[in-house]
């Protein structure tokens, strides 16, 4: 089990950026693989993107692809999801979350999950 901590969420304009990390307590955070979802008011929890242990493998949502940017430093325990070229509907609640097994596009097969960080982008 690892514990999950984002942070970096905030108020932005539509075409500003935000950078959200999440960081990790506990050992071998290198044998997890990551994702994040967002989850909108009065919607489901969806996926944005995800990244392999070592980076090698990353997947995204067709809505982000091109503007947001998953990533991570092993050494710093941490993931980040840069997000440029916000728009209103990316405003959502963000979660981090990892799995020892594969790497998932659905929060089913994430089994660590993060409180969540709020991102607001106004029009």
């Known amino acids: 089990q690892v514990q999950l901590v984002e942070s970096g969420g905030g108020l932005v304009q539509a075409g500003g950026s935000l950078r959200l990390s999440c960081a990790a307590s506990?050992?071998?955070?290198?044998?997890?693989?990551a994702g994040w979802f967002r989850q909108a008011p009065e919607k489901e929890r969806e996926f944005v993107a995800a990244?392999?242990?070592?980076?090698?493998?990353?997947y995204y949502a067709d809505s982000v692809k091109g503007r947001f940017t998953i990533s991570r430093d092993n050494a710093k325990n941490t993931v980040y999801l840069q997000m440029n070229s916000l728009k209103p509907e990316d405003t959502a609640v963000y979660y981090c979350?990892?799995?020892?097994?594969?790497?998932?596009?659905?929060?089913?097969?994430?089994?660590?999950w993060g409180q969540g960080t709020q991102v607001t982008v106004s029009s």
């Open positions: 979350a990892a799995t020892q097994r594969g790497v998932y596009i659905y929060s089913s097969g994430y089994d660590n």
């Open positions: 990244i392999s242990r070592t980076g090698s493998i990353t």
């Open positions: 506990g050992r071998s955070f290198g044998s997890y693989n």
